[in-house]
């Protein structure tokens, strides 16, 4: 059905069984099991048996499987099988750690649980967006995401992106009677609009199949992945090198081959790819334990790279818990008491309890800001049911505290229009009806207000507004402000006649202030300490007063008591001299910026910790003037105008609970508390994922071309009769040596004092020059440790005993040489030893899996070894414990090295 041929809105309720007042709540679970849930099917998903077929494209499948072939055409019959078990146990592995990435991927999905406000018994209702249905009223206004398709029947400015299905960014308008559309966006106005269709029975839902893409790998999956394909190319170099040279020293063509193949096995180091997704996917997993969900995996290789956090203040540096205060009209200060959303409390003046019905103007004032005011505040059993921001949730509290209950009012006061907020206006207007006259109340930031009001009301009475009342006015505001109190200015125009809307702003009479307090977080303060010990610059971006903005600043610590705000360079210019004066008290206000050139906001933007009075347009310009100057800015957001600082950023923050569907998704992420202190987190939390990267990739590496090493000294030194390990211990090593401690790298629980570090540079390579010393050096002084074991335990007379004992060797280093991996910096002395519990359960199996190997009979000659005795013991594990007094040497010395 085309827009132009919709029917009647009128006859759309009676085909739904609905009205404008809503569906009642009993027909809802009726209609869900009738229509079901609404959501999209996912087309693409991935399966068991889709993960369990990808196993077949791993590169060592098709190697051990060669290996089992030629076993089998040598008559190495026992040899064959045990091949077989471990291309068994190769693909088995690989489906469990595969399977357990993708359910954990899985399992981020269910954790954000969108919302959309429906009526509902004529009633607002946040539901679960999964739970509305055919015939649900939405209430939507601009920066919601429009749940389902629906048809509007009322609408005031509203405009809508559809860019989610015709490819159009320019927004579309709508009124009465046209159709919306699921997926898309409301960027201007709101509406009610009665839903059509949910689910797959939506636009969307006839095209999801087209628009389901599979997640892009991020640059450093890229780079990984490309790093694996390199280090495979010399593997398999060196593997063809050691089949040459075994030829060349006359080994047997099948034995020297095998040999090659399980060094090709043991060698390439196939595991990064699959351990880095794992790493991700848990680190991802455990970040959303802590309320921070990572949309796109690009945020966790950036978060450690953040220098500078760009924050709001309302909600997410305080608790967004609004409570008036105190109220300044008819020259007095009146005081509220009772704190939160619950009505209890009264209005005082000097101690004692103010009669409302004695002072009209505060009753007035009152009554202006509950009805100029889109929120609700209803009692549902025993709990207060709030709707709506929480500033305004305040504003309807406070009048309720004096006997003035919204419903009542808006009864008595029917709204006729209403002139949304902006950032621009910083205002928000309604027009009402009363006894057959209109009236109009309007709220917003009180120099802004004032500005448009040329009368004054006191006790009742209206008088032009002179130029000490002005003044007066404005130095309460500021007082109030420097308390950290938010304040707002209340004014109405009455009896305007029937003037445009833009007059209705104009002239009107001023009622008086509303001061409101919404305390800081009590965790902000040490989140603050803790991004500044770490390098990272924490810089509050509000629309609020600038006072109040720095009285909030000092309080969790952004601002000194003393500003020490100064140029870093001698002030010479006309433009040294503005910059200076700007950024003297470490704040600047919106309008302040615009008087700056690109330049000069260049320089003012790095030493500035409080922006106050900004629009969010302006936040854009903040990261864009940041990044010139090399930050990497994570900046936070909730609004639809948010929306393009969000993206530009490197690491867009939108809010969870209270922030727009828009910004949400031109985020990288979401908190679901709207916290602070979860970004500091998060940010501790990337940075130990990206840790945990380069520990496993360094283990990896440098276990993986150990056995090369050893393989390639024996052939050269000692001939093939005298290879130190046979392509069978090969194998059991690579199964058994290195995955499991790898994994446990990558799940390594935070350091204790990664945030003591500076940000790392985002183009770092993961193979810094470093952790090449590290890999490079630690391999040579394995190797070189079991060839020397092998050697000195006479191979020419009882080369099976060397060989046992070279085998228990390198298997032995497991028990030290990944501990000593959990840190390329710290001594192991200071990381603990016990604190990776999955560390431990991987080495000690490894230690019992090599036990059976050695001590049971019909293993022990499968793979030619034999047992050893305690005292036999001593040397492979004194050579191992060696190797990790000499891998914690390493790292003092190369410590400084970058």
């Not at 924050?311 to 205060?325: C, F, I, P, Q, S």
Request: aromatic share 6%; charged share 25%.
């Amino acid at each position: 059905m085309v827009e132009g041929d919709l029917p009647a809105v009128e006859d759309i309720f009676a085909r739904l069984g609905t009205s404008e007042e809503g569906l009642p709540e009993q027909q809802i679970s009726e209609r869900l099991e009738k229509y079901g849930s609404n959501e999209l099917t996912e087309t693409k998903k991935t399966t068991a048996w889709k993960i369990f077929t990808r196993q077949f494209a791993d590169f060592i499948v098709w190697v051990l499987i060669a290996a089992a072939i030629i076993s089998l055409l040598a008559d190495e019959v026992i040899n064959f099988w045990v091949i077989v078990f471990i291309i068994a146990l190769v693909i088995m592995l690989g489906f469990i750690q595969e399977y357990r990435a993708e359910k954990a991927m899985e399992s981020l999905k269910d954790i954000v649980k969108p919302e959309t406000t429906v009526i509902r018994d004529n009633k607002p209702r946040d539901v679960l967006t999964r739970e509305v249905v055919p015939g649900d009223v939405l209430a939507l206004v601009m920066g919601d995401n429009i749940p389902a398709d629906a048809v509007v029947f009322k609408s005031d400015g509203l405009r809508v992106e559809e860019a989610a299905l015709t490819g159009e960014s320019e927004p579309v308008w709508k009124d009465v009677g046209d159709r919306i559309f699921a997926g898309t966006q409301i960027v201007h106005g709101k509406c009610r609009a009665v839903v059509v269709s949910t689910g797959m029975e939506t636009k969307i839902g006839e095209i999801a199949g087209l628009i389901q893409v599979e997640d892009e790998p991020t640059p450093l999956q890229r780079r990984v992945t490309s790093l694996s394909k390199k280090l495979a190319a010399v593997a398999l170099l060196a593997s063809l090198i050691t089949f040459v040279l075994g030829l060349f020293v006359g080994a047997p063509l099948t034995e020297i081959l095998l040999v090659a193949l399980a060094l090709a096995v043991a060698s390439v180091p196939q595991g990064l790819p699959l351990i880095m997704t794992i790493t991700l996917a848990f680190g991802m997993r455990r970040m959303a334990q802590h309320n921070a969900i990572i949309r796109k995996m690009l945020a966790v290789e950036t978060l450690g790279s953040t220098t500078v956090i760009c924050t709001d203040k309302t909600g997410t540096l305080t608790k967004n818990e609004m409570t008036v205060e105190r109220i300044f009209a008819s020259g007095q200060m009146f005081e509220v008491s009772g704190s939160g959303y619950i009505p209890d409390g009264e209005i005082r003046i000097e101690g004692e309890k103010a009669n409302i019905d004695q002072h009209d103007t505060v009753n007035k004032l009152l009554r202006a800001v509950a009805l100029c005011n889109t929120s609700s505040l209803e009692k549902r059993e025993k709990e207060w049911d709030t709707v709506g921001d929480p500033t305004e949730i305040a504003l309807v509290v406070v009048a309720a505290k004096a006997g003035l209950w919204k419903n009542d009012l808006e009864k008595e006061y029917p709204m006729i229009d209403e002139i949304a907020f902006t950032s621009e206006r910083k205002l928000m207007t309604t027009i009402h009806n009363h006894e057959n006259e209109m009236i109009s109340f309007t709220k917003g930031a009180p120099e802004y207000v004032l500005k448009r009001c040329t009368h004054i009301e006191k006790d009742g009475r209206i008088a032009e507004i002179n130029e000490n009342e002005h003044r007066n006015i404005l130095d309460i505001n500021q007082k109030m402000a420097s308390s950290a109190y938010r304040v707002l200015g209340v004014a109405c125009n009455e009896n305007p006649g029937d003037p445009s809307k833009d007059d209705l702003e104009q002239g009107m009479t001023f009622l008086g202030l509303v001061g409101m307090i919404d305390p800081p977080r009590d965790e902000v303060r040490e989140a603050v300490e803790i991004a500044h010990k770490a390098g990272i610059k924490v810089m509050m971006i509000t629309g609020d007063n600038p006072d109040t903005a720095k009285a909030i600043a000092r309080h969790i610590g952004l601002l000194g008591d003393v500003n020490t705000c100064q140029l870093d360079t001698e002030i010479r210019t006309d433009s040294d001299k503005k910059v200076q004066r700007i950024i003297a008290d470490c704040a600047v206000t919106g309008s302040e910026l615009d008087e700056l050139n690109d330049e000069e906001f260049e320089r003012v933007a790095a030493r500035i910790s409080v922006y106050a009075r900004t629009m969010p347009e302006q936040k854009l310009r903040i990261v864009k003037a940041l990044q010139k100057n090399g930050e990497i800015v994570a900046m936070t957001g909730d609004g639809v105008n948010d929306a393009p600082a969000l993206r530009k950023a490197d690491i867009g923050v939108a809010m969870g609970l209270n922030g727009t569907d828009v910004a949400q998704q031109s985020s990288l992420m979401v908190l679901q508390d709207d916290n602070f202190a979860t970004i500091v987190e998060a940010v501790k939390r990337g940075r130990s994922i990206y840790e945990n990267i380069e520990k496993f990739t360094t283990y990896l590496i440098s276990r993986n071309f150990t056995e090369v090493m050893l393989i390639m000294l024996g052939l050269v030194l000692l001939g093939f009769e005298l290879i130190p390990l046979l392509a069978l211990q090969i194998l059991f090593i690579n199964m058994f040596d290195e995955i499991m401690p790898a994994i446990a790298l990558g799940l390594d629980p935070v350091r204790e004092k990664i945030m003591d570090q500076q940000p790392r540079d985002p183009n770092e390579s993961l193979l810094k020059k470093r952790n090449v010393m590290i890999m490079v050096t630690m391999a040579t002084v394995m190797a070189s440790s079991a060839f020397l074991v092998f050697v000195l335990n006479d191979p020419l007379e009882n080369t099976i005993m060397a060989r046992t004992l070279t085998f228990a060797t390198i298997v032995s280093m497991i028990l030290f040489i990944p501990f000593s991996f959990r840190s390329l910096e710290e001594p192991i002395t200071k990381i603990g030893i016990f604190s990776n519990k999955l560390m431990v359960v991987g080495v000690l199996s490894t230690v019992l899996l090599t036990l059976l190997v050695m001590y049971i009979p019909f293993l022990n000659n499968i793979f030619e070894l034999v047992p050893l005795d305690p005292a036999e013991w001593m040397l492979p594990l004194g050579v191992a414990f060696l190797t990790l007094l000499f891998a914690e040497g390493i790292k003092i010395a190369v410590r400084d090295v970058k």
